[in-house]
Nanobody
């Protein structure tokens, strides 16, 4: 499967952005999907994930209530709607996919074997 992320940009604190990630090569409904982010000189960290049906979601505590992950399997696309962005949200955001047949906590980088190229989000204060 190949992942193509888009939607990043430069915004001011308090603004919103919506990231998109489109899957190709396979049907998205066969995959758990997630967003991670990596700021300069930091490790890549989990942000949010969504189950194959979209019924189950999970977020890192720092984005809970501000970010919403969703998916449209008909479009093979996963979204990350981000509200009230803060400078600490600045990072390269990566989408990731893992087959629903795989096991794991699905919050670690090592839990996902398919990655998009990343899209840069910069939030100015």
């Amino acid at each position: 499967v190949q992942l193509q992320a888009s939607g990043g940009g430069l915004v001011q604190a308090g603004d919103s952005l919506r990231l998109s990630c489109t899957l190709s090569g396979h049907t998205s409904s066969e995959y758990h999907l997630a967003w991670f982010r990596q700021a300069p000189k930091t490790k890549r960290e989990f942000v949010a994930r969504i189950s194959e049906t979209g019924r189950n979601t999970f977020y890192i505590y720092s984005v809970e209530g501000r970010f919403t992950i969703s998916r449209d399997n008909a479009k093979n696309t996963v979204y990350l709607q981000m509200h009230n962005l803060q400078p600490e949200d600045s990072a390269i955001y990566y989408c990731a996919a893992q087959s629903t047949t795989a096991t794991g906590s699905l919050v670690l980088v090592t839990d996902f074997n398919c990655w998009g190229q990343g899209t840069l989000v910069t939030v100015s204060s």
